[in-house]
């Protein structure tokens, strides 16, 4: 992406590397990739589907993707059964799909597992959940375990390791490239 952004190329798909297309070329592609099970273009559709309000299609192409192992579709699902999205409330399948997601290594289901354990009144739970997740991370797990230091919830010492860790997190992920991206995409949503 990053070279086409620069050269003012066309864009590429990362698949098949001809022009991305638009319109029903596109959609007609996007079906393709589901029918080879690719979780992440089905998980994709399914949150297509989930931003236009048709929530039945999102829940089969989410469960779908989830089924394939993508973990941001466990994380949709669980979403879709916190808020009864399209589906009856259901807090047990909420659970399993957090806990599916966080141990495929998403931050965000692995802070909400924390938030959870804490109306469940399991605080050390919580903590520990908080410290993986500033660990891959998550601003806002560093966010708690700085308060709950406040509160005698995570030693100083604790509290320092995570620091260090959700730095080199940070640091991973940084490049002259994503930044060029970030912002071509930035100026590309504001105008």
């Known amino acids: 992406m990053l070279r086409e952004i620069e050269g003012k190329l066309k864009f590429k798909c990362p698949f098949c590397r001809q022009p991305v297309q638009t319109g029903d070329k596109a959609h ?9 099970n690719d979780p992440k273009t089905t998980r994709e559709w399914g949150r297509r589907q989930y931003d236009k309000g048709d929530y039945s ?4 192409y989410f469960t779908r993707a989830a089924g394939l192992g ?3 579709a466990h994380y949709g699902l669980s979403q879709m059964y916190d808020l009864g999205k399209g589906i009856e409330k259901d807090g047990g399948k909420e659970m399993y799909h957090l806990a599916e997601a966080a141990i495929g290594g998403h931050p965000g289901a692995r802070h909400r597992l924390g938030c959870r354990e804490v109306v469940n009144g399991n605080i050390e739970r919580a903590v520990k959940h908080w410290i993986i997740a500033a660990n891959q991370g998550s601003d806002d797990s560093i966010q708690l375990l700085m308060f709950g230091f406040k509160k005698g919830m995570i030693s100083k010492e604790e509290l320092a390791a995570t620091l260090r860790a959700h730095q080199a997190a940070i640091d991973e992920t940084k490049s ?13 949503t504001t105008s």
Do not use: L
């Not at 007609?28 to 080879?36: N, V």
């Not at 299609?57 to 089969?60: G, H, P, T, Y």
């Not at 994503?178 to 995409?185: G, H, K, N, Q």
């Open 57 to 60: 299609s999102a829940f089969e």
């Open 28 to 36: 007609e592609m996007m079906m393709k990739r589901i029918e080879a």
């Open 70 to 72: 993508n973990v941001e």
């Open 176 to 188: 002259p490239q994503r930044e060029t991206v970030e912002e071509y995409r930035r100026t590309r």
